[in-house]
């Protein structure tokens, strides 16, 4: 009777009462191994604390971390065909998309949103490395394009948050296209003398480095970030020489003139803040602007108008 009562009954009501432990509340530093509660590393922007190693952000985390007050209006952005190639390899294509949106809550790579940066409008667009790989393809290209157009149409700054693995090989010639048709916008842009920013993060690669993610005003890149066309094993294997320490990353692009900038996340809105003002020759703020809670918050809600240039 004691065994069924100190041994067996206790094993049973921890096994029924047992609660299912979420695998995620813990993050591990890719570099140093070191170990971040969730909350504290979604507190810090995504920093790993002792290492300031620079981890993926989403695209609403993003949006949060840069509007005033965390808030946005999101911008609607057109349908296009899913599957205009009914691409298949080791699965379907559509499945694939279907994937990455239950995983995301997203329907493409791209989100843009409309909002204020210090008092002053502006339009942000950020690239989802989680979705496919932040691959460039018909949808991206429609959102980014989109962008643009509403950041010439509303006399507004346009930054983009790059992060790519490049085209998206499921939707061939047609993710190509996208290329030539965000440089003929980003051009439009520039024809009505309003600044383009773009904040590369990490990885930027492929056929985005060689399209828009170069094309800004100003190239501002996060610490640590690979920004390349072609990988390093490759350019080793083609050139077979052993590359330089760093070759790639943000600082060594820095260093060799092709960005102009890399920023911590924690100094990236102040930074963008300020960078926009001179471009637009915009006054300081008189006072200061509400910034983003550090607890993460609801997104702006979806509205179906946005409000008129002159608000």
Not at 183 to 190: D, G, K, M, N
Not at 247 to 256: I, K, M, N, T, V
Request: aromatic share 6%.
């Amino acid at each position: 009777m004691n065994w069924i009562s100190n041994v067996v009954r206790p094993k049973l009501n921890s096994f029924l009462n047992r609660r299912e432990v979420p695998e995620n509340l813990w993050v591990k530093c890719p570099e140093t191994g070191q170990m971040v509660f969730h909350k504290d590393l979604e507190a810090n922007l995504h920093v790993i604390p002792g290492s300031n190693y620079h981890m993926r952000m989403d695209p609403l985390a993003r949006l949060r971390s840069v509007f005033d007050g965390g808030k946005w209006y999101d911008i609607a952005l057109p349908q296009v065909v899913a599957d205009p190639l009914k691409f298949r390899d080791e699965k379907r294509y559509v499945d694939r998309l279907k994937d990455a949106r239950t995983k995301t809550g997203a329907q493409d790579a791209v989100k843009v949103g409309y909002g204020k940066l210090e008092g002053l409008p502006v339009t942000i667009a950020v690239q989802d490395f989680g979705f496919m790989g932040g691959s460039l393809g018909m949808a991206a290209g429609e959102a980014i394009v989109t962008g643009l157009e509403t950041a010439a149409s509303r006399g507004t700054p346009f930054i983009m948050f790059a992060s790519s693995g490049g085209a998206r090989m499921q939707e061939g010639i047609l993710s190509l296209m996208q290329m030539p048709r965000t440089t003929c916008a980003i051009q439009e842009l520039r024809e009505a003398k309003l600044p383009y920013i773009v904040v590369l993060t990490n990885p930027t690669t492929g056929g985005v480095t060689a399209s828009y993610a170069m094309l800004g005003d100003i190239q501002i890149a996060e610490p640590g970030a690979l920004i390349g066309f072609a990988g390093p094993r490759v350019i080793e294997q083609t050139i077979r020489e052993k590359l330089p320490e760093g070759f790639q990353r943000a600082e060594y692009l820095r260093d060799h003139g092709m960005i102009d900038l890399v920023v911590h996340r924690h100094e990236m809105r102040a930074t963008l803040g300020r960078l926009c003002r001179l471009l637009m020759r915009a006054p300081a703020p008189a006072q200061p602007v509400e910034t983003a809670p550090t607890e993460p918050a609801p997104a702006a809600p979806e509205t179906p108008a946005l409000p008129s240039p002159a608000a």
